[in-house]
């Protein structure tokens, strides 16, 4: 924890070090798209249903994300990014018998993020830090196994830590990289069988998401 703390502490140094007129000096002409995918490991912990300790463990995670935002500052960006993450199979698992289920879930976000751009001596590469908050809405259809299945939907308090690197290649395109953790609070699903609930503890997420950043302005006076 010790350690966490010191390197967001660095972190935040590194990104307040220029004088205050870059953060409040405000740059929306350079407003941009952004489209990343990859992948995410499964969600910890597992989600419980019914009263004898079954236990629901998800697959890999696909994501797709799309998000528009603008630079506020000459460090400093924010963003409202959309994004969709689709499941590989999991399996129940009642005692230590696994289970594969049928159906399929997905998870729709939608979060506001803030990004701090580190500075530091380099023009190929900047890396960057930064958080986010939203809500995730879990869709879950016909996802069963072992006499019963969820149906149902419900939508969480969704909240994020970010760290990631830019490679720019013009004044309007940028390689994107992202390592994405966070959390997504309790949620509740009905199923076909009264005697089963099942409940989805807040869970810890990872993702890993790579992808291209288009400047809007610069792009579009380029094309000119």
């Known amino acids: ?7 967001l502490f660095a ?6 070090s220029l ?3 870059a953060f409040f000096e405000p740059d929306f002409d350079r407003w941009f798209l952004e489209a990343r995918g990859g992948l995410g490991l499964p969600p910890s912990p597992k989600t419980d249903f019914g009263a004898n300790g079954g236990e629901y463990e998800a697959g890999d995670g696909y994501t797709i994300a799309f998000a528009v935002g603008a630079h506020i500052a000459e460090n400093i960006r924010t ?11 999991g399996n129940f698992f009642i005692g230590a018998t696994p289970i594969p289920h049928t159906g399929e879930a997905h998870v729709y976000s939608g979060m506001w993020n803030i990004m701090f751009e580190l500075q530091i001596p380099n023009e190929h590469w900047i890396p960057y830090w930064g958080f986010g908050l939203g809500f995730a809405h879990f869709d879950i259809d016909n996802l069963g196994g072992g006499g019963f299945q969820i149906d149902d939907t419900d939508t969480t308090f969704n909240a994020s830590f970010i760290a990631g690197l830019d490679i720019p290649v013009n004044n309007w395109l940028t390689l994107t990289s ?5 959390i997504t609070t309790m949620a509740e699903f009905d199923t076909t069988n009264p005697a089963i609930e099942v409940e989805k503890e807040t869970q810890f997420y990872v993702f890993f998401t790579a992808g291209l950043r288009f400047y ?3 792009m579009f006076s380029g094309l000119q």
């Open 216 to 218: 809007l302005a610069p």
């Open 11 to 16: 972190a935040v140094v590194a990104t307040t």
């Open 79 to 89: 963003e409202l990014e959309f994004g969709v993450t689709m499941g590989e199979d």
């Open 178 to 182: 992202r390592l994405t953790t966070g």
């Open 1 to 7: 924890m010790r350690y966490l703390i010191g390197i």
């Open 19 to 21: 004088p205050a007129k």
